[in-house]
């Protein structure tokens, strides 16, 4: 009996697909297994290639695989999508990331350390934050447009001018709408320090992280940009070349 060489495991909350082949391609393993018996299932298996696509969780299991001796890969969907046969099902997923993960130029994906997730982790918390705040600024004037009045362009001088249109007894701003617009201003300032406090945090991590340090060397890097570029690659020598990691990130000429 030939044993399992390759195994694609489609990722999901509770139930996963599993679908495994010998070095001919031969199907020898399908089946879905819960996931609290996920990771007992897989230290059954031979030391094999085991891949899955890159989504939620994916690093987290591409870590606990990899300390059962398994070599792990994780790849974009854009290159399983071409290998799935019939129509889309978590079994028919399983089967194309197994046939993806032996094509020759199939790219994969680095897996991630927990410190780097957790860099990453705080960098879309304060994207978020910022995202909110950017909302709440528009709400604020568009709600403001609706009595008239028209608050300045850009997120500096909007948020100095908010103080005197909400102060300014003159404008015929309604009592409600008043008090409304000024607990939605109280909430802008709030976020103002939520995104300070993470950018102080970033700053600080930007300057224990060896790698960021030389990244802010080269000009126009500052701690933001270098302590997200730390945390997403692991390594460069996965790109061929400078211009090739431009283009990852949209860097690209006009």
């Known amino acids: 009996m030939s044993l399992?060489?390759?195994?694609?495991?489609?990722?999901?909350?509770l139930v996963f697909s599993i679908h495994g082949v010998d070095q001919h391609g031969k199907c020898k393993l399908r089946k879905t297994v819960k996931r609290n018996k996920l990771l007992a299932e897989?230290?059954?298996?031979?030391?094999?290639?085991?891949?899955m696509e890159a989504c939620s969780g994916a690093h987290y299991w591409a870590r606990e695989f990899k300390k059962l001796g398994h070599d792990v890969r994780i790849i974009a969907s854009k290159f399983v999508i071409p290998y799935r046969q019939n129509e889309k099902n978590d079994a028919n997923d399983a089967e194309a990331i197994c046939e993806a993960a032996t094509r020759p130029k199939t790219r994969f994906?680095?897996?991630?350390?927990?410190?780097?997730?957790?860099?990453?982790?705080?960098?879309?918390?304060?994207?978020?934050?910022?995202?909110?705040?950017?909302?709440?600024?528009?709400?604020?004037?568009?709600?403001?447009?609706?009595?008239?009045?028209i608050m300045p362009k850009g997120r500096y001088p909007a948020q100095k001018a908010i103080v005197g249109i909400?102060?300014?007894?003159?404008?015929?701003?309604?009592?409600?709408?008043?008090?409304?617009?000024?607990?939605?201003?109280?909430?802008?300032?709030?976020?103002?320090?939520?995104?300070?406090?993470?950018?102080?945090?970033?700053y600080a991590l930007a300057n224990k992280m060896k790698d960021a340090k030389r990244l802010m060397s080269i000009p126009g890097?500052?701690?933001?940009?270098?302590?997200?570029?730390?945390?997403?690659?692991?390594?460069?020598?996965?790109?061929?070349?400078?211009?090739?990691?431009?283009a990852w990130i949209g860097l690209v000429p006009r």
């Open 4 to 13: 399992i060489k390759v195994v694609g495991i489609d990722l999901a909350k």
């Open 42 to 51: 897989i230290a059954k298996l031979p030391k094999c290639i085991i891949a």
């Open 109 to 149: 994906v680095s897996i991630k350390s927990e410190e780097q997730q957790a860099v990453l982790c705080l960098h879309r918390i304060r994207q978020g934050a910022i995202k909110d705040r950017t909302a709440r600024i528009n709400r604020l004037r568009g709600l403001l447009a609706e009595f008239g009045i």
């Open 166 to 202: 909400l102060e300014d007894a003159e404008n015929n701003l309604p009592f409600l709408a008043r008090e409304l617009l000024n607990d939605l201003w109280q909430s802008i300032k709030a976020l103002n320090e939520e995104v300070l406090k993470y950018d102080r945090k970033l």
């Open 221 to 246: 890097i500052g701690e933001i940009t270098a302590t997200a570029v730390v945390a997403t690659v692991n390594d460069a020598k996965h790109f061929d070349s400078s211009r090739s990691f431009a």
